[in-house]
C-alpha cells in the first residue's frame, strides 16, 4: 500500500496557473425554491484581542455538547504561532466558554476539525505548515527568523505533516498525536458502520492525490483506502479541502474546492461512492461557486453545503440539495451573514454546520467582527423556513 504524505492547502490569497471554464448539468433549478433562511442571531463566539483566529469545526455531542475546534493565537493567516484551540457551549450557542489549547507544536498548528465517535472519542484534526519561513516571511518578522532558526531538520520531520489526537473523557485529556495520510480543513466523519473515514489532500509517489483514509479502530490507526480522479478537463493541482456525508441510503458524497486561475471557474467539485468508499466517481463540476465546503445532513433528509464566498458581496453561503446531491438549489443559496473585510483582502469563511435537536442551525466561520481587527470565531444561528410556515 503506498504511504501517503501531507500536502497543505494553499494559503487564501494564492491563486495558481489557469484552467478552462467548466460545464454544468442542466438539471439546476429554475424556479425559486420552497424555503428561505430565517437568521434568527449572528453573533462573536470568541475574539483574541490583537491575534488572528482561523478555520473553523463545530460539533454536537451526544451530552449537547456543542463544542468548536479552531486555530488561533495567530499573527496572520500564516505565521508560526498558530495553536489549536477548542471552545464549548452547554446551553445550545447562547453562552461559550474561554478557549482552552489543545495542540502548541513548534509548527504553525492550522485547519482544525472535531467529531465525537459512536464510542464517545473525541477525535481532533489538524495539520502543521512550515509556510511562514518562506524568504520574505522572514525577512519581514524578526521574531518569526528567530523562531525558525531554533527548529531544525529533525524537529521538523518529526511533527511536519497531518494529525489526529483522541479523547476519551470528553476532552479532558488527550492522548499523543497520530499521524495521518491526508489533510482537510473539517477532518474525517464516522460511517455508520463504525468505520472513520477521511477525504483529504495528500502525496503519494510525489504526485498529489485525492486520498480515502480509513480507519477501523476508532481512529488510532488509518491506512489508505482508495483515490478520487478529478474531472478529464480539470487539473489536480486545483483541488483543495474536501469534506464528505454519508448520505441515509449509504452513499457518499464527497465535496472539493476548486480553485484555477479564472475566478469565475471556482466552483465546487464534486465525486460520489456507493461502496463505502472504497471506489468513487470521476470528480465533477457543481453549479456553487465558492470554497471549501462543508457537508451536512439535515433532519429532513436534504444535504446542505456550506461555504465561504470570497467576492462581492463577501460573506457565508449555505446551498441545499433536496435528492442526495444529484441537483443543488443554487437558485436558492442562502446568505448566512456579509462579511467585513480586513484591509486588502478577503480572508474569511470555512464555514461549518451542526443541526441542533430544534431543528435551528448552527454555521460557525472566521471573520472581522469590527472594522480594523483581526478575524475572530463568529456565528450565525438560523433555520429553514418552508413556504407557508408561520414567519
Known amino acids: 500500500m503506498t504511504v501517503l504524505k501531507n500536502y497543505p492547502p494553499l494559503a487564501a490569497s ?140 529533525e524537529t521538523q520531520r518529526t511533527w511536519l505533516g497531518s494529525w489526529i489526537r483522541r479523547s476519551e473523557d470528553g476532552g479532558a485529556t488527550w492522548g499523543p498525536p497520530i499521524r495521518v495520510h491526508v489533510s482537510a480543513p473539517h477532518g474525517p466523519i464516522q460511517l455508520r458502520d463504525g468505520r472513520l473515514l477521511y477525504v483529504g489532500i495528500g502525496e503519494a509517489d510525489s504526485q498529489k492525490v485525492i486520498g480515502v483514509d480509513v480507519s477501523q479502530d476508532d481512529g488510532r490507526t488509518w491506512r489508505l483506502l482508495a483515490t478520487i480522479k478529478p474531472a478529464p478537463e480539470d487539473t489536480i493541482d486545483y483541488y483543495w479541502e474536501p469534506h464528505v456525508a454519508e448520505l441515509p441510503s449509504g452513499k457518499l458524497v464527497a465535496m472539493f474546492r476548486y480553485q484555477p486561475k479564472r475566478r469565475e471557474d471556482c466552483h465546487l467539485r464534486q465525486a460520489e461512492s456507493t461502496d463505502g468508499g472504497k471506489t468513487w466517481t470521476v470528480a465533477h463540476a457543481t453549479p456553487i461557486w465558492g470554497y471549501p465546503p462543508h457537508l451536512l445532513n439535515l433532519q429532513n433528509g436534504w444535504l446542505l453545503v456550506s461555504y465561504g464566498r470570497r467576492k462581492e458581496p463577501y460573506g457565508e453561503r449555505a446551498c441545499v440539495s433536496r435528492n442526495g446531491g444529484v441537483t443543488w438549489d443554487v437558485n436558492g443559496e442562502m446568505p448566512l451573514s456579509e462579511a467585513i473585510l480586513e484591509k486588502g483582502g478577503g480572508d474569511m469563511g470555512y464555514p461549518s454546520s451542526v443541526q441542533l435537536p430544534d431543528g435551528t442551525i448552527w454555521t460557525v466561520y472566521y471573520e472581522v467582527h469590527k472594522p480594523g481587527e483581526k478575524p475572530s470565531l463568529m456565528g450565525t444561528h438560523w433555520r429553514l423556513v418552508l413556504s407557508g410556515e408561520a414567519r
Open 14 to 153: 494564492v491563486l495558481v496557473a489557469g484552467l478552462l471554464s467548466v460545464a454544468f448539468p442542466l438539471h439546476t433549478v429554475a424556479q425559486d425554491p420552497p424555503y428561505r433562511a430565517e437568521i434568527l442571531e449572528r453573533k462573536l463566539i470568541c475574539k483574541e484581542p490583537g491575534r488572528y483566529i482561523g478555520w473553523p469545526t463545530i460539533a454536537r455531542l451526544r451530552s449537547g455538547r456543542l463544542v468548536i475546534a479552531f486555530s488561533g493565537e495567530r499573527d496572520e493567516h500564516v505565521c508560526p504561532w498558530g495553536v489549536t484551540q477548542l471552545v464549548w457551549s452547554d446551553d445550545d450557542g447562547l453562552t461559550w466558554s474561554q478557549p482552552i489549547t489543545v495542540n502548541n507544536t513548534p509548527l504553525d498548528d492550522r485547519d482544525a476539525g472535531i467529531i465525537e465517535t459512536q464510542r464517545g472519542t473525541l477525535i481532533l484534526s489538524w495539520f502543521t505548515s512550515l509556510a511562514f519561513a518562506d524568504s520574505a516571511g522572514l525577512a519581514n518578522h524578526p521574531s518569526w527568523r528567530r523562531h525558525f532558526s531554533k527548529i531544525g531538520p
